[in-house]
Antibody
Framework: EVQLVESGGDLVQPGRSLRLSCAGS????????FHWVRQAPGKGLEWVSA????????DYADSVRGRFTISRDNAKNSLYLHMNSLRPDDTALYYC?????????????WGQGTLVTVSS | EIVMTQSPATLSVSPGERATLSCWAS??????LAWYQQKPGQAPRLLIY???TRVTGIPARFSGSGSGTGFTLTISSLQSEDFAVYYC????????FGRGTKVEIK
């Protein structure tokens, strides 16, 4: 069974940094593209970033480009999101999401999310 | 960026009735269109991909259609567990989502 478990969400002040983690199990981690997708309270879904299996292809939404960094450690079956210069509008539930081998951006499996709150 | 537009924002339907949700893309995404269901307090769940292919285990009352820029999700006879928010998403490039359609009990 595919499992994705996020961690690292917290209450942080504007301008501070935070690192999210996602642990995957039940599949061959290195074979898949992973995404971070966020959902602000009461709002819709927003794609944040994606990373290919060998980390050779990475991209970001314009709203986080230059502030967030996605990375992965295939030996540890783990995905990360380093978030710098956090702003109140980054407040959201952050989901770790696995793509498919055929279509990188088809979001097949979702974690339960980790909550990031940016407030003074 | 491909912009996805969904309508209506809210759909009020009685149990047992049919629900039709629409989704448009700002440019062609071929059939690279997925539908997700999200219930309160839960992560989204993939229902349909390639515009019309149901994920294993999704009931046959859910059907998708369309290609290019116009897509439809139909729920033929709404059950109590179907009241939720539905998002369309294109995966022709990096993902973009519609704003969602909330299907509520009439």
């Amino acid at each position: 069974e595919v499992q994705l478990v996020e961690s690292g969400g917290d209450l942080v002040q504007p301008g501070r940094s935070l690192r999210l983690s996602c642990a995957g199990s039940g599949f061959t981690f290195k074979d898949y593209v992973f995404h971070w997708v966020r959902q602000a309270p009461g709002k819709g879904l927003e794609w944040v970033s994606a990373i290919s299996g060998n980390s050779g292809s990475i991209d970001y939404a314009d709203s986080v480009r230059g502030r967030f960094t996605i990375s992965r450690d295939n030996a540890k079956n783990s995905l990360y999101l380093h978030m710098n210069s956090l702003r109140p509008d980054d407040t959201a539930l952050y989901y770790c999401v696995k793509g498919t081998t055929r279509h990188w951006s088809l979001l097949e499996n979702w974690g339960q999310g980790t909550l990031v709150t940016v407030s003074s | 960026e491909i912009v996805m537009t969904q309508s209506p924002a809210t759909l009020s339907v009685s149990p047992g009735e049919r629900a039709t949700l629409s989704c448009w893309a700002s440019q062609s995404v071929s059939s690279n269109l997925a539908w997700y269901q999200q219930k309160p307090g839960q992560a989204p769940r993939l229902l349909i991909y390639e515009a019309s292919t149901r994920v294993t285990g999704i009931p046959a009352r859910f059907s998708g259609s369309g290609s290019g820029t116009g897509f439809t999700l139909t729920i033929s006879s709404l059950q109590s567990e179907d009241f939720a928010v539905y998002y369309c998403q294109q995966y022709n490039h990096w993902p973009t989502f519609g704003r969602g359609t909330k299907v509520e009990i009439k």
